[in-house]
């Protein structure tokens, strides 16, 4: 029987991990599962992942933890979705968001053909969808009296990554019954079967186990350096590989906390912007092919100094990644989890939400019998494979579209052998018909039809409306629910605060319980 798990690794992803494997098997108790995590005392987490997508709403309340105390503890916000400048044309005024909401009336209505033939002057999302108003007024997703984890708009969070890891660590430990072991690992030991029997720590020696997890980041020691599970390189599809991050405080304590992230193209790669409520994360993502560390530095730090940041920023911090991911997530009883299954740069903030999605089927599909994991593993590495894959489509999406020619990196960005197979058939489907469920036929997507849609109209990819031509009567449907947009932004925007009168409110007060 499967009894003992081992999570090699801290940080966001053994953690998280361990949380949710830990709530679910009731490792408080003793016919739960054993959840033991081994986390390095000279080996420090990244503490670059400060984005999230709505999944992690259901993921703490899973926990059990409170929402009120994660907002506080972990210098977190409410994110809505992201907000891309400067991606198509580079001119001052490009911009377009992808929001957390789908369009309004999604199922209901032929929106794109409603928009393409009765309101191309406008803006996609804005038309569709409330969420862009939201964020362009810095409002929040709920109101002071919305029960924790319940919506309004749909959202997410921004958090202090490493605060993150060292509060789940708590609750892990204090309320989840959650073995942890601060030593350092010297070497694995193997079996006669090829399976993992146990790692040699430094100070406490041998510690064995029936499933390994590893989440020992970019180094993969037990899945890629012992098991020798081979990675897939992707930095032909997607060429960034270094990233200068850096936090710098508010221009004013008391200025309005963006409630998306803002993603701002720059000649050689992109500046991500996220606000929390006692700083701004900023970071540089680039291409080592196409821009050297200095010139990406003068760039970032450019960018810091407009956007109203202080004049002596402090040293960038430099992460170097290479992308892609793993031939297999699951070999045998070791599984890898978070940066050591692979990793492809932080547009849309996938990483977090992959260790969420990998610790869910983890734990839902746990083997019960070592004959037993041979199965699950193949379920596991067909799911993820295909993950992975769509995570990369989605990235693409968004440079191959780019009208930019200012720099080789964008125009690079389109050439054909750049472009997965799948990624190019679906853009020919999509010049005569718009993204919808029949193109992403698994439950459990990564990015839904509507995803595409904001990404693809955002980035001015129109399809030929005469190909399809609509009726009358559909094109009044898709009209209502512009108007019924319209209607609920007006009360919306109305209704709820500020971000940041909403974050300070709860630091105060919390929030009311479910």
Same mark, same amino acid.
């Given at each position: ?344 740069? $932080?547009? %849309? ?9 990998? &610790? +869910?089927? @983890?734990?839902?599909? =746990?083997? #019960? ?102 009726? $009358?009567? %559909? ?9 019924? &947009? +319209?209607? @609920?932004?007006?009360? =919306?925007? #109305? ?20």
């Amino acid at each position: 029987m499967i009894r003992d798990i081992v999570i090699v690794g801290g940080g966001s992803a053994g953690w998280l991990t361990a949380a949710v494997v830990a709530a679910a098997h009731r490792a408080d108790t003793p016919g739960g599962l054993r959840v033991t995590v081994v986390e390095s005392p000279t080996v420090g987490a990244i503490g670059v992942g400060e984005g999230t997508w709505p999944t992690m709403r259901d993921t703490l309340r899973g926990i059990g933890v409170s929402e009120a105390d994660f907002l506080r503890e972990c210098d977190a916000s409410f994110k809505q979705g992201s907000e891309f400048r400067g991606w198509v044309t580079g001119a001052a005024d490009d911009r377009y968001f992808h929001p957390f909401m789908l369009p309004h009336g999604y199922t209901q209505a032929d929106l794109v053909s409603g928009w393409l033939q009765r309101h191309p002057q406008h803006a996609f999302a804005p038309l569709v969808s409330v969420q862009p108003h939201l964020c362009m007024r810095s409002r929040a997703p709920k109101q002071p009296a919305t029960p924790e984890y319940a919506a309004v708009a749909n959202y997410a969070y921004h958090l202090d990554a490493g605060r993150f890891g060292e509060f789940l660590r708590r609750h892990c430990v204090e309320r989840l019954g959650v073995t942890h072991v601060s030593d350092h690992v010297v070497s694995v030991t193997s079996a006669e079967n090829g399976d993992i029997a146990a790692i040699e720590l430094a100070q406490r020696g041998s510690l064995s186990g029936d499933l390994f997890v590893d989440c020992t980041g970019m180094q993969s020691l037990l899945l890629g350096r012992h098991c020798g599970v081979g990675f897939i390189d992707q930095q032909h599809v997607l060429f960034n590989d270094c990233a200068l991050a850096v936090q710098v405080p508010h221009a004013d304590a008391r200025a309005e906390i963006a409630s998306h992230t803002v993603s701002t193209a720059q000649r050689n790669g992109w500046v991500w912007d996220i606000g929390l409520p006692t700083r701004r994360g900023i970071g540089h993502v680039y291409s080592s092919a196409h821009t050297d560390d200095a010139a990406a530095e003068a760039e970032l730090r450019a960018y810091v100094a407009a956007s109203g940041g202080p004049d002596d920023m402090p040293a960038p911090r430099k992460l170097t990644f290479r992308p892609g991911y793993r031939e297999r997530f699951w070999h045998r009883n070791c599984v890898a989890i978070g940066l050591s299954a692979g990793f492809i740069e $932080p547009l %849309e903030a996938s990483a977090i939400a992959l260790v969420e999605l990998s &610790a +869910a089927m @983890l734990s839902e599909q =746990m083997p #019960a019998t070592r004959e037993d994991m041979d199965r699950v593993a193949h379920r596991f590495n067909d799911s993820f494979r295909y993950r992975w894959e769509r995570v990369i489509d989605f990235l693409k999406l968004h440079y191959v579209l780019s009208r930019r020619n200012d720099t080789a990196f964008w125009r690079d960005h389109r050439a054909d052998g750049s472009i997965p197979d799948r990624l190019h058939e679906l853009l020919a489907l999509w010049r005569y018909r718009s993204p919808s469920r029949y193109d992403f036929v698994r439950v459990d997507e990564v990015f839904p039809s509507a995803s595409y849609q904001y990404i693809l109209y955002g980035m001015g990819f129109r399809p030929d409306a005469a190909a399809r031509p609509a009726r $009358p009567a %559909e094109l009044d449907v898709a009209d209502a629910r512009f108007r019924e &947009a +319209a209607d @609920l932004t007006r009360r =919306m925007l #109305a209704g709820l605060p500020g971000h940041r009168d909403l974050i300070t409110h709860i630091t105060q007060h919390g929030l009311p319980k479910i």
